[in-house]
């Protein structure tokens, strides 16, 4: 069995600093190869002034490496990022910087295990049925209650294990991508996950999303 992977990016905000970031942490690294965790996928969207709000996100996924350079669970990792992107913030004077962040992390077996802080949502297809992977951290005024940096507290990281099975779809998005689009695109494109995620970012800015949207797709294929 094997892993095949697609992204895709759409600017909604042409004008303005570009608030996504996204890594894709695989096998073709040599790096992430010779560590043997698995491979990890993630998506960040910047919070903050438009002007700053891709920092905290940059900082976020470029951090992610540590996973694979120690022995550090991932919680651990998250705190580590959630320190610096505060430090950056009072250093520099970048006033409120945060991030969401949605990651998934597929170990050689196939074992996963998913993580996010904010609202950037992950979902998982598999046959007919749609599996919400991910927890929205808003509360009634819409207003996030999880993220990194943003305050001083570092608390609401959702995690979750399950096996990723033969022919499972799984996307991360930043909530700029409206999930029924992504849900269409998966079944359209299903073994194609560069179709899908192309497919899911259009279709969001076509149907009306203002924000800069990414998203990643995956699908687990029988050899």
Do not use: W
């Not at 992430?32 to 919070?47: E, H, I, S, T």
């Not at 004077?93 to 962040?101: M, P, V």
């Not at 909530?175 to 995620?197: C, Q």
């Amino acid at each position: 069995m094997s892993l095949i992977f697609g992204s895709a990016v759409y600017r909604n905000k042409k004008d303005k600093p570009y608030q996504d970031r996204s890594r894709l942490y695989t096998n073709r690294s040599p790096l992430v190869k010779a560590a043997n965790r698995g491979q990890l996928f993630v998506v960040a969207d910047g919070l903050g002034s438009v002007e700053e709000s891709e920092i905290a996100a940059d900082i976020a996924v470029k951090g992610l490496i540590e996973y694979f350079t120690t022995r550090r669970e991932m919680k651990q990792i998250l705190y580590k990022i959630h320190r610096q992107i505060l430090l950056e913030s009072k250093q520099k004077g970048h006033t409120g910087i945060g991030t969401t962040i949605a990651g998934v992390l597929i170990e050689p077996d196939f074992h996963t295990r998913v993580f996010n802080m904010g609202d950037s949502p992950i979902i998982q297809c598999r046959e007919k049925e749609i599996i919400r992977r991910s927890e929205m951290h808003i509360d009634k005024k819409g207003i996030l209650t999880s993220c990194l940096g943003g305050k001083e507290e570092f608390s609401g990281v959702y995690q979750e294990e399950f096996t990723f099975e033969v022919d499972d779809q799984i996307a991360i998005f930043s909530d700029g991508a409206l999930e029924e689009k992504v849900e269409l695109a998966l079944r359209a494109f299903k073994g194609d996950p560069m179709g899908a995620a192309n497919e899911a970012a259009q279709l969001s800015s076509l149907s009306g999303s203002t924000d800069d949207i990414t998203v990643i797709v995956l699908e687990r294929e029988s050899d």
